[in-house]
């Protein structure tokens, strides 16, 4: 890891884009204003939009105004900040660019000083844009380091089915060494799934129920409230098992099912998370109905307003076949999970805006208390995301009077309430790790292919048909309910 001042050059291409300006420049104006952003630094800025240095530095202080976390506290620190941002103007798909690229960082690195040529190559464009860069930047020279180090951040999806994640990266591999390709899930920056682990293997008490004999199934939960809202043209070419499924769902099922690493450091929890991929049971084609759900959302009622069908939004075809909703059942064929059910689920236009895991365990083998023959609802373990991040456990106990009554009680632990203040956005982490070398919380190559053969059956079967239609504001299709009710389960309602 390097030492806190040691000198780097962030180069973001797509530094127009919603990304850049929603996320990018926000997380790293905090990291400067917390003092964690190594230093001395340069941030080159590239897109197609001519814009001179100055009105890029106007634009990402708005952007910090409106979306950061930490806001610009005077003139004289944010100026600091603002005097290592730069601009770079050309089309990332042509080769000229590169040269120039090469030429202007040099001259940024000697004006900056340090004899390091750190370089990190963040890729904020649409996936079509990919290639171009890494062949690129290949050609150019500028994949290998020199008297330093260089890496590459691809943001998803990384392909848009197994055969595509493979070629992307073959196309990486040929250009770049896997210990420089970082590819990111922001997902994994979250303070709430980083402590998945620490909640796991710091506390020897749920160790020994975290298994088939005493976990009954587990739900995992990535809900969304709003529509496609400007991304319909996107969302056509992806839907929710791309958008979502493949990479946030996947990444979380394996930080649940996976088992200790030897170590908190990338290779040993790298590889724990492979060995869950390898263990996940083929999705048999002909099974597919049995094993997924689709639904797409029609118009509806939410917050009081009509919103309009999926197939209304601005750049949707209006006989579109595309997903909104998907919901899979998956096992996990190994000592630990044998027989154990995993439903994943995530959709768009549904009640609330939530991100959660539940852990049901199995019902007591025998009820003592005769005057409480059903008893109560299995115990409940719930691992809260977003937003309102906690973790709450319900436990059955007596209810107060003179007669023996069971009733459930929730214990409830909220991270705000405990240690105050607002986690930091999972970008500010990600892209500090990115930075310090440390790809802990980022997703291999390896991973991203098995993640893509998994669903890929689903995928194909998907290709044809179209989705059951739900009302927005409501938990998906019809069948959603039932897919779970065939184990005997029921939805969490968060």
Request: hydrophobic share 40%; charged share 25%.
């Amino acid at each position: 890891m390097p030492s806190a001042d040691e000198p780097f050059a962030l180069i973001i291409f797509g530094a127009s884009g919603d990304l850049t300006r929603r996320k990018l420049m926000p997380a790293l104006w905090s990291l400067f204003a917390a003092r964690t952003l190594p230093e001395p630094f340069v941030i080159l800025a590239v897109s197609r939009t001519v814009m001179t240095d100055e009105e890029f530095r106007t634009r990402t202080r708005d952007a910090v105004q409106e979306f950061g976390r930490t806001k610009p506290p005077s003139d004289q620190v944010w100026n600091r900040f603002a005097s290592s941002l730069h601009y770079h103007a050309g089309d990332p798909g042509s080769p000229e660019l590169y040269a120039q690229l090469a030429a202007r960082l040099a001259e940024l690195e000697q004006r900056r000083g340090g004899s390091a040529a750190n370089r990190l190559f963040y890729c904020a464009t649409p996936p079509s844009l990919y290639d171009d860069i890494v062949r690129n930047l290949g050609a150019a020279g500028l994949a290998r380091a020199e008297g330093g180090w260089t890496r590459i951040v691809i943001e998803k999806p990384f392909g848009h089915d197994y055969d595509s994640a493979r070629e992307l990266n073959a196309l990486l591999a040929s250009v770049f060494s896997e210990d420089q390709i970082y590819r990111i899930d922001h997902y994994l920056g979250k303070e709430t799934v980083q402590n998945i682990l620490v909640f796991r293997f710091a506390n020897e008490i749920f160790e020994p129920l975290w298994n088939r004999i005493h976990v009954n199934h587990v739900q995992i939960t990535v809900a969304e409230d709003l529509g496609v809202e400007t991304r319909g043209a996107y969302y056509e070419e992806s839907g929710a098992l791309r958008d979502m499924m493949q990479n946030h769902l996947m990444q979380l099922l394996c930080l649940i099912a996976m088992e200790p690493p030897v170590s908190f450091d990338a290779d040993p929890v790298r590889d724990e998370k492979n060995k869950v991929m390898h263990a996940v049971r083929p999705i048999d084609p002909a099974r597919v109905d049995q094993l997924a759900v689709r639904g797409q959302y029609a118009s509806g009622f939410m917050g009081g307003r009509l919103v309009p069908a999926y197939r209304e939004e601005k750049g949707v075809a209006k006989e579109s076949p595309t997903e909104t909703y998907a919901a899979v059942k998956l096992y996990i064929d190994n000592w630990r999970w044998a027989g154990v059910p995993f439903f994943l689920r995530t959709g768009k236009r549904l009640p609330s805006r939530a991100s959660e895991i539940v852990i049901r365990f199995h019902r007591t083998p025998h009820m003592i208390f005769r005057r409480s023959p059903e008893g109560v609802d299995p115990n409940l373990l719930v691992i809260r995301i977003q937003p309102d991040e906690g973790i709450a456990l319900t436990v059955a106990a007596k209810t107060p009077g003179p007669e023996l009554k069971l009733g459930t009680v929730t214990m409830d632990f909220r991270y705000g309430e405990v240690f105050g203040g607002q986690s930091p956005e999972a970008y500010e982490r990600l892209l500090l790790d990115a930075m310090h070398g440390d790809p802990t919380l980022y997703a291999r190559g390896d991973w991203v292919e098995l993640a893509w053969q998994i669903l890929d059956p689903v995928l194909k079967a998907w290709r044809g048909g179209t989705p059951a239609l739900y009302e927005a504001g409501t938990w998906g299709p019809a069948d959603a309910e039932s897919f779970i009710a065939r184990d005997g389960g029921a939805w969490h309602q968060t």
